[in-house]
């Protein structure tokens, strides 16, 4: 029972790991099936493009391109912080 108990535990750790990654039902199986190795496994795995690319929109979310330097800058700037450019004229 405490073996069954220890394995859902590893299940639901590396599947919240994998879930970060765009992996779920993958991380809980290998942490189900073998435990801490399995978490380890999970949370050296990459990330799947799909991830990365929601990842890089919700990074940019409020954020604009600066037109001078091509540098994301927040929505509300008035002047771009990296290369002074006046962005209420843009």
């Known amino acids: 029972m405490v073996a069954v108990l220890a394995a859902l535990v590893c299940g ?3 599947g ?3 879930k970060r990654k765009g992996r779920f ?3 809980f199986w290998f942490g189900f099936l ?7 496994i ?6 799947t493009p799909a991830t990365v ?12 391109k600066c037109p001078a330097c091509a540098e994301w800058v927040r929505e509300e700037a008035i002047r771009c ?3 002074s450019t006046d962005l209420a004229a843009a």
């Open 12 to 14: 639901f750790i590396a």
């Open 16 to 18: 919240e790991l994998g």
């Open 25 to 27: 039902a993958q991380g």
């Open 34 to 40: 073998l435990g801490p190795i399995g978490i380890a």
């Open 42 to 47: 999970v949370a050296m795995d990459s990330p």
């Open 53 to 64: 690319q929601a990842q890089a929109v919700a990074a940019t979310a409020g954020m604009k």
């Open 81 to 83: 912080r990296y290369c």
